[in-house]
């Protein structure tokens, strides 16, 4: 069921005679889980930027959008943000100010995520280097330049529900069911979209042929054009070096995905996905 709620988290402890933001998080979880979200591949600008200091280009059907800083630095950073307003960013995609972000960042799958796994990343963060890097605003035209167009965006397409799940189904594949569809969030390129930004969710995973950047994203379903002839030990091999059934290695963004990302994760986790993917049904490519 589709909703949109505020979610109100507290996370403050008296310290003395102030009160400063109780620090519960774990951040060598929150690094794994970090690179779990594919975090530095957009946060980090190519061409020698710093760290997650943002600025990225992503280039998309509405307009050009800049990753911001998500280093500690508390003028152009998050430095100065609590676990709540971060949770609340990730979760829910709600600004500390109360602004509505847009689907570039995609709070659509990491609202799926535990509040444990986002509160870890964020206690990892707050161990990089701060950097100053004023981020320039997103180039976009009208309407879509109007940020609180996005609130009733959301009342369309915006499934705030958690993760749950499938009792039928081994812990295994329900790993791979979360990384895929929380941290990983495969579905925000490998599924089509429909003329607002909404996600085609009878098409999921399915391919996408306007992908980031304007690059065709393929069908990882097993369905035709998809992965119905690979193994699973052929997805593992493509997340965890990039190797092709066909001998070929993969090419596109999908390689910092993986240099940042898949690469990083344990066998058991490689292992997850492949066991969910190899699942789904089977459904034709969206990508040609």
Same mark, same amino acid.
């Given at each position: 069921?589709?909703?949109?709620?505020? &979610?109100?988290?507290?996370?403050?402890?008296?310290?003395?005679? !102030?009160?400063? *933001?109780? *620090?519960?998080? %774990? @951040?060598?979880?929150?690094? /794994?889980?970090?690179?779990?979200? !594919?975090?530095?591949?957009?946060?980090?600008?190519?061409? !020698?930027?710093? /760290?997650?200091?943002?600025? $990225?280009?992503?280039?998309?059907?509405?307009?050009?959008? =800049?990753?911001?800083?998500?280093?500690?630095?508390?003028?152009?950073?998050?430095? #100065?943000?609590?676990?709540?307003?971060?949770?609340?960013?990730? $979760?829910?995609?709600?600004?500390?100010?109360?602004?509505? /972000? =847009?689907?570039?960042?995609?709070?659509?799958?990491?609202?799926?995520?535990?509040? *444990?796994?986002?509160?870890?990343?964020?206690?990892?963060?707050?161990?990089?280097?701060?950097?100053? #890097?004023?981020? $320039?605003?997103?180039?976009?035209?009208? @309407?879509?330049?109007?940020?609180?167009?996005?609130?009733?965006?959301?009342?369309?397409?915006?499934? %705030?529900?958690?993760?749950? @799940?499938?009792?039928?189904?081994?812990?295994?594949?329900? $790993?791979?069911? /979360?990384?895929?569809?929380?941290?990983?969030?495969?579905?925000?390129?490998?599924?089509?979209?429909?003329? &607002?930004?909404?996600?085609?969710?009878?098409?999921? &995973?399915?391919?996408?042929?306007?992908?980031?950047?304007? %690059?065709?994203?393929p069908n990882i379903t097993p369905g035709?054009?998809?992965?119905?002839?690979?193994?699973?030990?052929?997805?593992?091999?493509?997340?965890?070096?990039?190797?092709?059934? %066909?001998?070929d290695f993969i090419g596109g963004a999908?390689?910092?995905?993986?240099?940042?990302?898949?690469?990083?994760?344990?066998?058991e986790d490689l292992q997850a996905i492949?066991?969910?993917?190899?699942? &789904?049904?089977?459904?034709?490519?969206?990508?040609?």
């Open positions: 069921m589709k909703r949109v709620t505020g &979610l109100i988290f507290t996370a403050t402890a008296f310290l003395g005679a !102030g009160l400063a *933001q109780a *620090q519960s998080g %774990d @951040p060598v979880r929150g690094e /794994y889980m970090f690179a779990a979200g !594919g975090c530095a591949t957009c946060h980090t600008a190519k061409d !020698g930027g710093a /760290y997650l200091a943002g600025g $990225r280009e992503l280039e998309t059907d509405f307009g050009s959008f =800049y990753t911001p800083n998500i280093t500690p630095d508390p003028e152009t950073g998050i430095g #100065n943000w609590s676990e709540a307003d971060f949770v609340r960013a990730v $979760r829910e995609g709600i600004s500390p100010e109360g602004e509505h /972000y =847009y689907p570039s960042f995609p709070y659509t799958s990491y609202a799926k995520m535990t509040r *444990q796994d986002v509160i870890d990343i964020k206690a990892y963060l707050d161990t990089v280097p701060a950097v100053r #890097n004023e981020v $320039r605003d997103h180039d976009l035209p009208f @309407p879509f330049n109007i940020s609180m167009s996005m609130f009733g965006w959301k009342l369309l397409f915006f499934d %705030d529900s958690p993760f749950e @799940p499938d009792p039928a189904k081994s812990e295994a594949w329900n $790993r791979g069911a /979360y990384l895929v569809t929380g941290p990983g969030h495969c579905g925000e390129c490998h599924s089509p979209r429909n003329l &607002l930004g909404g996600i085609d969710t009878s098409q999921a &995973l399915s391919g996408n042929k306007n992908g980031p950047e304007g %690059d065709a994203v035709e054009g998809g992965i119905g002839d690979w193994s699973e030990e052929h997805i593992i091999s493509a997340l965890e070096i990039g190797f092709l059934p %066909d001998g999908m390689t910092d995905v993986i240099e940042d990302n898949t690469s990083k994760l344990t066998p492949a066991t969910y993917l190899t699942s &789904l049904p089977a459904i034709a490519s969206n990508a040609i």
